[in-house]
């Protein structure tokens, strides 16, 4: 099954060189997949174009079944929030709502029941260990537990496709190759996984497929020999 489907895309800002250029590209169910490049390559472009955050100049874009690229402001706000986890560097939690409440909302906004986000959010925050801070508030964590409490806020919709923009980032090294870690364990167990980055070890830890933009084209896209 095809999560991704990328065709002919390209996303032209102003008069100058486009940020995507023609880019065709697949993702299938349960993949592993690393954007890599340097800054100004076009990579956050692309990704924000899957999100259904900016739409294309030219070409499709159609995620887990749907035209993106079609959608209107509120239809695509709905998509992110049922089919689509975004983990961002920088957490983007709310600083005025607990851990708990930060990663119950978006199941909330989308129609379950306060008790039952509660709940999810509670076994999310389980499993990521980072359960003891439930009541706690953002502000007071640290950052390598900041970034599990918005991985935790991304999958609690049970999203087909999670993106994740630069996550470690912002990290030291330690927070960050926990949550390298903590990406493997999820692509394990099923979840396919976009990975925007220009570090290329971050991809390769992570990924089993590793597609490289340069100047907003596809140069090269490699898939891991798997481990025998």
Same mark, same amino acid.
Request: net charge neutral.
């Given at each position: #099954?095809?999560?991704?489907?990328?065709?002919?895309? &390209?996303?032209?800002?102003?008069?100058? /060189?486009?940020?995507?250029?023609?880019?065709?590209?697949?993702?299938?169910?349960?993949?592993?997949?690393?954007?890599?490049?340097? &800054?100004? $390559?076009?990579? $956050? @472009?692309?990704? !924000?174009?899957?999100?259904?955050?900016?739409? /294309?100049?030219?070409?499709?874009?159609?995620? *887990?079944?749907?035209?993106?690229? %079609?959608? &209107?402001?509120?239809?695509?706000?709905?998509?992110? +929030?049922?089919?689509?986890?975004?983990?961002?560097?920088?957490? !983007?939690?709310? *600083?005025?709502?607990?851990?708990?409440?930060?990663?119950?909302? /978006?199941?909330?906004?989308?129609? #379950?029941?306060? +008790?039952?986000?509660?709940? %999810?959010?509670?076994?999310?925050?389980?499993?990521?260990?980072?359960?003891?801070?439930? *009541?706690?508030?953002?502000?007071?964590? $640290?950052?390598?537990?900041?970034?599990?409490?918005?991985?935790?806020?991304?999958?609690?919709?049970?999203?087909?496709?999670?993106?994740?923009?630069?996550?470690?980032?912002?990290?030291?090294?330690?927070?960050?190759?926990?949550?390298?870690?903590?990406?493997?364990?999820?692509?394990?167990?099923?979840?396919?996984?976009?990975?925007?980055?220009? *570090?290329?070890?971050?991809?390769? $830890?992570?990924?089993? +497929?590793?597609?490289?933009?340069?100047?907003?084209?596809?140069?090269?896209?490699? @898939?891991?020999? /798997?481990?025998?």
């Amino acid at each position: #099954m095809t999560v991704i489907d990328l065709h002919g895309v &390209s996303r032209r800002y102003d008069a100058g /060189p486009p940020a995507l250029d023609d880019v065709s590209l697949t993702v299938a169910k349960g993949e592993a997949v690393a954007i890599l490049g340097p &800054s100004g $390559s076009g990579k $956050s @472009t692309l990704l !924000n174009l899957v999100a259904g955050l900016d739409r /294309p100049t030219a070409g499709t874009v159609t995620v *887990d079944g749907v035209r993106v690229d %079609r959608l &209107s402001e509120a239809a695509a706000a709905r998509f992110r +929030r049922e089919r689509v986890g975004l983990v961002f560097q920088f957490f !983007n939690l709310l *600083d005025d709502l607990t851990v708990a409440d930060n990663v119950a909302l /978006p199941a909330q906004l989308g129609g #379950m029941t306060g +008790r039952e986000a509660r709940r %999810r959010a509670t076994e999310l925050l389980t499993a990521l260990g980072v359960d003891r801070h439930a *009541d706690a508030y953002p502000g007071r964590l $640290s950052g390598g537990e900041r970034q599990r409490v918005a991985v935790a806020r991304a999958l609690v919709n049970r999203p087909a496709l999670l993106l994740a923009d630069e996550p470690t980032g912002a990290l030291d090294t330690a927070s960050g190759a926990a949550v390298a870690q903590l990406l493997r364990d999820l692509h394990a167990d099923g979840q396919t996984i976009v990975l925007v980055t220009h *570090d290329a070890a971050l991809a390769g $830890s992570c990924a089993t +497929r590793t597609v490289r933009i340069v100047d907003g084209r596809v140069a090269s896209d490699v @898939t891991a020999e /798997p481990v025998r």
